[in-house]
Nanobody, 130 residues
């Protein structure tokens, strides 16, 4: 039932930055784990970053793929029901179709993998120029 729509991606010069947003439906965003995934041609879809709040805990938990640690930041604006992926120092290997995905936090087990998520956006193309 959760609807997700990614913002437009784009072509970014090496070392450049881009912020993606994922607009969600009017369900309370904090009730969902949200993930960002990407898929390059000929490669499997991989988890880039995920954010969630464990039941009974106040702090948010995040995951980052090793390849993006220190460069990408995931965040959420619960008032606007938007999740962001800030991408800095972009590299050619960051190229791919980026998807946001959601799963009710009650069913999420903390694994930032695609089969942990039941709702998906349509994806947006991000190209890190070489």
């Amino acid at each position: 039932q959760l609807r997700l729509v990614e913002s437009e991606g784009g072509l970014v010069q090496p070392g450049g930055s881009l912020r993606l947003s994922c607009a969600t439906s009017d369900f309370t965003l904090e009730h969902y784990a949200i993930g960002w995934f990407r898929q390059a041609p000929g490669k499997e879809r991989e988890g880039v970053s995920c954010i969630w709040r464990h039941l009974w805990l106040s702090d948010e938990s995040t995951y980052y793929a090793d390849s993006v640690k220190g460069r990408f930041t995931i965040s959420r604006d619960t008032a606007k029901n938007i999740v962001y992926l800030q991408m800095n120092s972009l590299k050619p290997e960051d190229t791919g179709v980026y998807y946001c995905a959601g799963e009710p936090r009650a069913y999420y087990r903390g694994a930032c993998v695609d089969n942990s998520f039941g709702s998906w956006g349509q994806g947006t193309q991000v190209t890190g120029a070489s």
